[in-house]
T-cell receptor
């Protein structure tokens, strides 16, 4: 079946602009994660959604970052007033139930100029 | 602080060699541990998931073990092949939360 998909695959934006990154999880998966992978850095947890529960936002680096998940499926990560340090690959993962095996999408490479 | 460490950071071996990658974590109260591989410019591919109640999991030439008391997991790769060249990551979810903590990875190069 279809895996996790993310769009766009690449995004170049100017400093100060807002960007939206999209994640389509595997159909039927109730849990969804967002991560960030900066050049030469490990994966950094950003946010976690489980069903209709309140998301775990403990990893969001600043209030410029927000995410939502509509209808328990598609998720959008929004970065407002982008900064150069936001340049990274943003990865999304989903799992069938909470704390289960995670399946990753191909990522969105964000470059802030 | 909950941390995940992977040793070595990089490893180069000749084809056919058996090898072990190490992952250590600072808090034994884990829910599960997952091993991934990441190819350059790509997303992560799940290899094995070990629940906290399990001691090991096997898939093909891969075997992952878990020792919670010592805070360690190992990924054993048998008869390595050039196609195994990638970065291997371990990730831990601790009990009481949903945050996944990743190690920095081991970059493996298998020479033909």
């Amino acid at each position: 079946g279809a895996g996790v998909s993310q769009s766009p695959s690449n995004k170049v934006t100017e400093k100060g602009k807002d960007v939206e990154l999209r994640c389509d999880p595997i159909s039927g998966h109730t849990a969804l994660y967002w991560y960030r992978q900066s050049l030469g850095q490990g994966l950094e947890f950003l946010i976690y959604f489980q069903g209709n529960s309140a998301p775990d936002k403990s990893g969001l680096p600043s209030d410029r970052f927000s995410a939502e998940r509509t209808g328990g499926s598609v998720s959008t990560l929004t970065i407002q007033r982008t900064q150069q340090e936001d340049s990274a690959v943003y990865l999304c993962a989903s799992s069938l139930v909470e704390r289960d095996e995670q399946y990753f999408g191909p990522g969105t490479r964000l470059t802030v100029t | 602080k909950q941390e995940v460490t992977q040793i070595p950071a990089a490893l180069s071996v000749p084809e056919g060699e058996n090898l072990v990658l190490n992952c250590s974590f600072t808090d034994s109260a884990i829910y599960n541990l997952q091993w991934f591989r990441q190819d350059p410019g790509k997303g992560l591919t799940s290899l094995l998931l070990i629940q906290s109640s399990q001691r090991e999991q096997t898939s093909g030439r891969l075997n992952a073990s878990l020792d919670k008391s010592s805070g360690r997991s190992t990924l054993y790769i048998a008869a390595s092949q050039p196609g195994d060249s990638a970065t291997y990551l371990c990730a831990v979810i601790y009990t009481g939360g949903f945050k996944t903590i990743f190690g920095a990875g081991t970059r493996l190069f298998v020479k033909a």
